[in-house]
């Protein structure tokens, strides 16, 4: 269902409030990755070249007590935004009261406000009572008074029923005011939905990671849905389990190997496995290793697709209209386990003729080691959000949405 979005509503003179995602890392007040920032800024500009007063929300780390707050203040972030936008952002240290509504009082059209870290209300008075977090109705209700329409841009929070989120728009929707989405979390929408939901064929999903317990929903959903579903990573040795192939020392969920065993059979030859595996003595970067097929000795653990593997997954991949990957080959953080992960990425960066959709760390991290992001037609800002969407559940940010 299409979603009311920023460029339906009148912008001019009103005080727009806007849930962006600005969780970056952040380490002695200085920011190490922007890119979060950079994804906001068409939504943001949008709103200041329409004359709207933007006043942004956003979570950063999570906040347990006092001392957490310290070094996780969003006053970095107004820094680095005020010179990517090029112009000043107020910034408001605190995230209710007095000074927060005289600073949004006295904001001008085509100006930008950054309120302080919404999770530090999930700590009042060295008490950890969960007010961001816990959806507190109150919370969201006081932050909905503070504009006159709300737009949902941070697409990674999506799955989460947070009070700057879901709690905005519910007092908002009480109050007859618009609830819109975002150019970034629009595109989320497009892209995610269009893939699950009407994907161009074939429809190819490449799923990785360590644990089929985190896709076992995921799976379960796209085997109506996919033509195919690579199985790479950690997983794959559940399912080599499931299959009575050995698997040495390799990690397997024991309580998921009926689990794994009905995937293969309502799966079929839907499901595409690794034939070969680079193994190692230990889990080590330095440790020795080579390439096996088939059952593994014991004392041996895979941590990478092989040579063959590889070969066999670009067969599959070569003529697909629609691939959406989320998840590593293999232990990708250290290198000589690495190339599984990176020549999938490599691949679907050739891959011309076909919408292709990337999600989580590890994968989003090797398209761009290897210089592939642009040639993607969809880079996920959302690990979690991703995952819950590519699982067909209802995520409560975006049903919160307007619908058009």
Known sequence: MAKLTVSDLDLEGKKVLMRVDFNVPIK????????????????????LDHKGKAILFSHLGRIKKEEDKKGLSLRPVAERLSNLLNKPVTFVPVTEGKQLEDAINKLENGNVLLVENTRYEDVVNGEYVKRESGNDPKLGEYWASLGDEYINDAFGTAH?????????????????????????????????????????????????????????????????????????????????????IKIGDSLVEKDKIDVAKSILEKGGDKIVLPVDNIVAKSFNNDAEHKVVEGDIDDGWMALDIGPKSIDDFEKVLKDAK???????????????????????????????????????????????????????????????ASLQYLEGKTLPGIAAIDNK
């Open 322 to 384: 629609t691939v959406v990957w989320n998840g590593p080959m293999g232990v990708f953080e250290m290198s000589n386990f690495a190339q599984g992960t990176l020549k999938v990425g490599e691949f679907l960066g050739s891959l011309t003729d076909a919408t292709t959709i990337v999600g989580g760390g590890d994968s989003t991290a090797a398209v761009k080691q290897l210089g592939v992001a642009d040639k993607l037609t969809h880079i996920s800002t959302g690990g979690g």
């Open 28 to 47: 002695d007040g200085v920011i190490g990755d922007d890119n979060r920032i950079q994804a906001a800024l068409p939504t943001i500009k949008f709103v």
């Open 160 to 244: 989460r029923q947070h009070a700057s989120n879901v709690g905005i728009a519910e007092a908002m929707h009480k109050s007859g005011k618009p609830v819109a989405a975002g150019f970034l979390m629009e595109k989320e929408i497009q892209f995610l939905g269009e893939a699950v939901n009407n994907p161009q064929r074939p429809f190819v999903a490449i799923l990785g990671g360590a644990k089929v317990s985190d896709k076992i929903g995921v799976i379960d959903n796209l085997l109506s849905k996919a033509d195919k579903i690579i199985i790479g990573g950690g997983m794959t040795y559940t399912f080599y389990a499931a299959k009575g």
